[in-house]
């Protein structure tokens, strides 16, 4: 589970980055790698589940997003808990 925290990032910066950034993570969504995604009501950054082996996975995985220089990410692992198994 990520908490990313957007610093650094003017409007227009944003706004130039914002086609190919939504296009980045529209892949991960469809090959599974975010589970899920929200955004903050203030705009300023996004919470993100995510699959990935390790720390070092996760920034390798972000690292492709166009905002990654500006994010600030707090990492806090998790793990799947199948319903099923309650």
Same mark, same amino acid.
């Given at each position: 589970?990520? &908490? *990313?925290?957007?610093?650094?990032? $003017?409007?227009?910066?944003?706004?130039?980055?914002?086609?190919?950034?939504?296009?980045?993570?529209?892949?991960?969504?469809?090959?599974?790698?975010?589970?899920?995604?929200?955004?903050?009501? &203030?705009?300023?950054?996004?919470?993100?589940?995510?699959?990935?082996? &390790?720390?070092? $996975?996760?920034h390798?995985?972000?690292?492709?997003?166009?905002?990654?220089?500006?994010?600030? *990410?707090? *990492?806090?692992?998790?793990?799947?808990?199948?319903?099923?198994?309650?």
């Amino acid at each position: 589970m990520l &908490d *990313i925290q957007l610093e650094k990032l $003017d409007h227009e910066t944003r706004m130039k980055l914002l086609p190919r950034e939504q296009e980045v993570v529209k892949e991960l969504e469809e090959n599974g790698t975010i589970v899920a995604n929200y955004i903050k009501l &203030d705009m300023s950054g996004i919470f993100i589940v995510m699959m990935a082996a &390790d720390t070092e $996975d996760v920034h390798a995985i972000l690292s492709t997003l166009p905002y990654y220089p500006y994010m600030k *990410i707090e *990492i806090t692992p998790v793990r799947v808990v199948n319903s099923i198994n309650q």
